[in-house]
């Protein structure tokens, strides 16, 4: 596949070309031991030390306060909470592997005093453990407040590639620049602080001014550049969140974006639960419906990709899809 050169193209572009293609059906994921709690926005499975894992948000259907990022196992098609590995207490886990070490992440909400300027009573921001044990990981960097969808790779001069999302999710109308991703390279692991995370910058052509999105899991390809999936999404007429799957490629040399896509959307898996929200502003019952929020990645050898994530806030699914990148993944050594 050829790369295609990135372009500000909105979400109703990009849902044009997606729903061009044959639409594939996902399944939703089966687990069991939470009680009647909710898991969703989980990470890919992965192996580490000859062990295969999947992480998990699990959290009451009620509340987003209460959340765990869980380790799960897959028995008989059901994934079932690894004993011996404690929860962390984090939303939306993620997961790298650098020089042989675990690297788990995830977002912390706590509470806050509310200002004139903003009546939030939450804050939250993203933290990052290691080990090479996944029952005795240590926190080791923590970003700045309000920053979600901050991760880390390893690049192939031995740097390691940061991409963050600054602040909030609003947009900057003044210059038709949406939320963002932005970019930077530190040296290593102990230099994730947060004055080198806000040296970050943005990388242009991702979204409009009414959109915004995050990176969500990072893969070195064959050529040098970065595979990312992530998210966009926007308010609709409605006041509802629309969110979905969309994957690019990203040369951290000259900081060029190309292949920018949709791959996934909401209604390419079962109806389902979705979660409600109690607090704040009323919102309609469709607020979270068409929520489709990637978690990762396994690639197969036939083409064909097996993409996780999450279902409305409430559920998990999984779906497998054409092979999104132009380049084939590459594994450091």
Request: proline share 6%.
């Given at each position: 596949m050829e790369k295609e050169k990135a372009t500000q193209e909105n979400i109703d572009k990009m849902l044009e070309d997606f729903n061009k293609k044959k639409q594939l059906r996902g399944e939703k994921l089966k687990f069991e031991g939470v009680g009647n709690k909710d898991v969703y926005?989980?990470?890919?499975?992965?192996e580490y030390h000859g062990k295969r894992y999947l992480i998990g948000r699990v959290e009451s259907p009620d509340k987003q306060t209460d959340s765990q990022s869980i380790f799960f196992k897959e028995?008989?098609?059901?994934?079932?909470?690894?004993k011996g590995i404690p929860p962390l207490d984090l939303q939306d886990p993620f997961f790298t592997q650098i020089d042989g070490e675990l690297i788990v992440g995830g977002v912390k909400v706590f509470p806050r005093e509310p200002t004139p300027e903003n009546q939030d009573e939450l804050s939250w921001l993203t933290v990052y453990y290691r080990g090479t044990d996944p029952a005795n990981l240590e926190e080791f960097a923590q970003g700045p407040e309000h920053m979600k969808d901050l991760r880390i790779i390893k690049l192939p001069n031995s740097k390691i590639?940061?991409?963050?999302?600054?602040?909030?999710?609003q947009t900057r109308p003044q210059d038709g620049v949406g939320g963002m991703i932005k970019y930077t390279e530190i040296d290593s692991l102990e230099d994730l602080t947060i004055e080198n995370i806000n040296k970050a910058e943005i990388i242009d052509d991702?979204?409009?001014k009414n959109e915004w999105?995050?990176?969500?899991?990072?893969?070195?390809?064959?050529?040098?550049?970065v595979g990312i999936l992530g998210h966009i999404a926007r308010y609709n007429e409605k006041g509802d969140k629309e969110?979905?799957?969309?994957?690019?490629?990203?040369?951290p040399q000259t900081r060029e974006v190309s292949n920018k896509k949709i791959i996934t959307v909401r209604d390419n898996f079962p109806k389902g639960k979705k979660k409600s929200i109690k607090s704040g502003k009323k919102k309609s019952d469709d607020y979270l419906g068409n929520i489709f929020y990637p978690g990762g990645m396994v690639m197969g050898e036939n083409?064909?990709?097996?993409?996780?994530g999450g279902l409305s806030d409430s559920e998990a699914g999984k779906i497998t899809i054409e092979y999104p990148f132009s380049s084939q993944k590459r594994t450091l050594t």
């Open positions: 926005n989980p990470t890919a499975p992965f028995e008989d098609g059901v994934w079932r909470q690894v590639g940061v991409f963050t999302r600054p602040s909030y999710i991702l979204f409009t999105g995050g990176a969500n899991e990072l893969y070195l390809l064959a050529n040098g550049w969110y979905y799957a969309m994957t690019f490629e990203f040369d083409g064909m990709t097996e993409l996780y």
